[in-house]
C-alpha cells in the first residue's frame, strides 16, 4: 500500500474526508457518496479512502462513529451536570436533537444503513456504544424527572423514539418541503421554527401538571 507522502495527503486529510463525505450526505438528502465526487471536493487523492479506511464502507462506518461519538459525549456531560432541573436538561437535549439532526439529517439512514450491512459483531457494537447509552440517558432523565414531580411516568424507550423520529423525519424530508412548500433548503430560520415547535409538543405531553 502507498503511504501518505506518495499519495500526497496534507495534514488532516483524515478529518477533511469525514467532513466532505458528511457534507455531501447533507447537501444532497443522501446515504451514499461517490470517490469521484469525494475527491473533487475535498481536493485529496479518491486512494486515501483506501488508505484511511479500506474502502468506502469503511468511511461510511468512521462518519459514523465520528457523529455518534460527539452525541453520547454531549448527552453524557448533560445527565452528570449538577444543579440543573430535570425539565431544564430534558429541554436542553430536545433542542440540541434538533440542532444535531439539522447539522447532520443522514444520521438515523445511515445508522440502519451500518447495521443492516454489518455483521452480527459490528451492528452489536454500534448498539452498544451509541443507541444503549442514549436509551440509559432518557431512563435517567425521565426517571429523575418523575421523581421530582414535574414529568408523568414515560416509557423510556418510546420517548427515544418520538424525540429521534420527530427530528430524523423532517430533516429527512427535503423533498416534501419542495413539491409540498416550495422549499428544499433546511434554512437556519426553519431550524429555529422546529426546534420551538418539537420542544412545545414534546414537554407538553411529558410534564406531569
Avoid at 440543573?84 to 440502519?112: C, G, Q, S
Avoid at 451492528?123 to 456504544?129: M, T, W
Avoid at 440517558?137 to 418520538?162: K, M, N, W
Amino acid at each position: 500500500m502507498a503511504d501518505k507522502q506518495d499519495l500526497n495527503a496534507p495534514p488532516g486529510a483524515r478529518a477533511l474526508l469525514l467532513d466532505t463525505a458528511s457534507a455531501i450526505m447533507r447537501d444532497g438528502d443522501v446515504i451514499d457518496i461517490s470517490l469521484s465526487e469525494l475527491s473533487l471536493r475535498s481536493g485529496l487523492n479518491s486512494a486515501l479512502v483506501k488508505y484511511y479506511f479500506g474502502n468506502k464502507a469503511g468511511l461510511l462506518k468512521a462518519l459514523l462513529d465520528r457523529d455518534w461519538e460527539a452525541i453520547v459525549t454531549s448527552v453524557d456531560a448533560l445527565v452528570a451536570k449538577d444543579g440543573w432541573a430535570p425539565e431544564a436538561k430534558l429541554r436542553r437535549h430536545i433542542l440540541k436533537v434538533v440542532d444535531t439532526f439539522y447539522e447532520v439529517p443522514y444520521l438515523n439512514r445511515l445508522t440502519m444503513r451500518v447495521i443492516r450491512e454489518s455483521d452480527d459483531a459490528e451492528a452489536r457494537r454500534i448498539a452498544d456504544c451509541y443507541l444503549s447509552p442514549m436509551y440509559r440517558a432518557y431512563e435517567s432523565l425521565i426517571g429523575d424527572g418523575v421523581a421530582a414531580g414535574v414529568f408523568r411516568p414515560t416509557d423510556p424507550q418510546l420517548f427515544y423514539f418520538t424525540v429521534t423520529g420527530a427530528a430524523d423525519r423532517f430533516f429527512s424530508a427535503r423533498l416534501v418541503l419542495k413539491h409540498c412548500f416550495d422549499q428544499d433548503t433546511l434554512t437556519e430560520t426553519l431550524r429555529d421554527r422546529y426546534r420551538e415547535h418539537t420542544l412545545d409538543i414534546i414537554m407538553a405531553g411529558i410534564l406531569a401538571r
